[in-house]
Structure formats: structure tokens, C-alpha cells
T-cell receptor, first 114, second 115 residues
């Protein structure tokens, strides 16, 4: 079974500051991990994915995440926040390559202050 | 546009009515998924198809819910005798499963409001 915990349902950052969104997972098999972004009244857009290759994964819009097996974490970072980063972010886990369903965390809403 | 499309985008209905949503996946994708997202929560898996076969259903999918993918292309999700607790965003996703990554691409969702 898989589960995802996102610490902090809301995060407020100043424009230009570091964005750090935390994700911890539980998986009975080697996981595939994902970060998605959701803008209001829209579907989910994939930011980046970990698929058992490099532990540091770079995604779109300047985001990156690091897979740490010992900490069962996959935290998302962006060095400098932009106003357009204001959205909700979801971490998700899938049981390996051929796994079917995604299991999502509860989401973290990011507010960017000018 | 070659992405996943869903229709309608919004649906308002009265309690007890039946509703049906449609999802058109990316054309060559053989897997199609339905998820439900309630306000302030992450999406939850409901069911998925490989071609026309429904291979897995969540316990969240009560007897009032039925999904079909009759020709292995578009899919419909029907909710009978809607309840206020069915109010949510219903998300569809599709993927091309060839034994590899199986990345899911999401549609814009259908937001259901049950009055």
C-alpha cells in the first residue's frame, strides 16, 4: 500500500524567496514519485517525476526535487518564487513503473507575496 | 488540442438526479483513469480501464457509480441518485501503457455541485 503526507496545507513566501514544499511517502515497493501543480478550476499539470534514475530531478518552471530513500522524502524546491507560482501543489506516489493508480497527498497551497 | 478533454466542465444538479460525464483521452492512450477531488483534498482514485476492460475499482465507487469505456476510446462516468456528498471535481487521466513509465495526463475536470 502507498500513502503520501504533505506537511503544511498552506505556505506563504515572498517573491524571490525560496519555495520549499515537503512530501513524505510510504510504499511497499520501490516507488515512482511525482509533483503536480493545479491552478484554480483546472486539472493537474506534471511538474516533475522520479523514476529510480537520478535522485535529483529537475522539472518545469525552475522546480526541482530530491529523492531521499533513507528519509522517505521527495521535497520540492524552487530557488526564487515568482507570482505565477501561486497555485496548489500535489505530491503523488505510484508503485513502480507499471503501477496503476496514483496516490496523492492532501496538497499544499502556495501564496506568493509581492 | 490533443490533450485529455472532459465534458461538461461544470454541472449543477439537484439531489436525486442522475448525471453523466464524458472523458476523451489522448488518442493513442490505452489506459484511462477516473479520480475524484473534494474541496481542499488531493485527488482519490476511483477506477481505471485498459482499452475497454475495467480492471480496478476503488471502494469509493459505490453502487450508484458506473463507468464505461465501450470502444476503448472515450469513457463515461454516471452517478445515479446524486447526493450532496457527491459534490466534487471529477478528473480523468489517460496514459500509454507499454510496460514502462505509464505517465498519466490529466484533463481539466468536471466540477459537480449537488444542491
Amino acid at each position: 500500500a502507498q500513502s503520501v503526507t504533505q506537511l503544511g496545507s498552506h505556505v506563504s513566501v515572498s517573491e524571490g524567496a525560496l519555495v520549499l514544499l515537503r512530501c513524505n511517502y510510504s510504499s511497499s515497493v520501490p516507488p515512482y514519485l511525482f509533483w503536480y501543480v493545479q491552478y484554480p478550476n483546472q486539472g493537474l499539470q506534471l511538474l516533475l517525476k522520479y523514476t529510480s534514475a537520478a535522485t535529483l530531478v529537475k522539472g518545469i518552471n525552475g522546480f526541482e526535487a530530491e529523492f531521499k530513500k533513507s528519509e522517505t522524502s521527495f521535497h520540492l524546491t524552487k530557488p526564487s518564487a515568482h507570482m505565477s507560482d501561486a497555485a496548489e501543489y500535489f505530491c503523488a506516489v505510484k508503485p513502480g513503473a507499471a503501477g496503476n493508480k496514483l496516490t496523492f497527498g492532501g496538497g499544499t497551497r502556495v501564496l506568493v507575496k509581492p | 488540442d490533443t490533450g485529455v478533454s472532459q465534458d461538461p466542465r461544470h454541472k449543477i444538479t439537484k439531489r436525486g438526479q442522475n448525471v453523466t460525464f464524458r472523458c476523451d483521452p489522448i488518442s493513442e492512450h490505452n489506459r484511462l483513469y477516473w479520480y475524484r477531488q473534494t474541496l481542499g483534498q488531493g485527488p482519490e482514485f476511483l477506477t481505471y480501464f485498459q482499452n475497454e476492460a475495467q480492471l480496478e475499482k476503488s471502494r469509493l465507487l459505490s453502487d450508484r457509480f458506473s463507468a464505461e469505456r465501450p470502444k476503448g476510446s472515450f469513457s463515461t462516468l454516471e452517478i445515479q441518485r446524486t447526493e450532496q456528498g457527491d459534490s466534487a471535481m471529477y478528473l480523468c487521466a489517460s496514459s500509454l501503457f507499454t510496460g514502462g513509465m505509464n505517465e498519466q495526463f490529466f484533463g481539466p475536470g468536471t466540477r459537480l455541485t449537488v444542491l
